[in-house]
């Protein structure tokens, strides 16, 4: 009877920081499972097609989606350092520049992946077309969850309840923003 009344109880003020540790536990999860995929096609691309890059690439393009999306990524890192001020319309403004930036990358890397010159028959082609291909998907997704992190930030503002969920659109984003950019060093450089 002693050992039940000195166990651990579980107040109500412990609510909030056990529904931010499972939302954080979640996200780790979420992001993990993102990139087995991508680690799985990096690591499919060195057994098909070894170091080869083909020179029908185009590597302008490609260097131009990656400026893209790092300068997309260093505003979401500026967005996410801001979360705690609780600035709605600073976070917005974030939120739609990073919107923006992203689906110009998005844009370019569908046009990449239509006007492609690439033989898609051969190992190299197969593997360019599977990353670029997954990779403009998660960027699509990326965008929605942005764009579902803007109406969240304007129709609630930013509270305790709902501070890392807008804050975690921003690090899915930059997420994507990094997958992309060790997809580019494979692809187009190694």
Known sequence: MSEM???PTLQNNDLPDLKLRAS???FTLLVASQAVPIIVLINLRYVMAASYVSSHVD?????LISLVMIASG???WLALMNVKQRNRSQLNRYFWITMVLGAIAAVMAL???WFHGVNSVGHYGETYLTITGVLAGYMVIGLVALYSGKSRNWRVGLNDDNEFSV???FKYWIFIVLAWLIMYLDLYLF
């Open 167 to 169: 804050g975690s659109t």
């Open 24 to 26: 954080r536990g979640g």
């Open 5 to 7: 009344q000195n166990a």
């Open 59 to 63: 590597q302008l393009t490609g260097a």
């Open 111 to 113: 046009y990449q992946l």
């Open 74 to 76: 260093l505003v979401a």
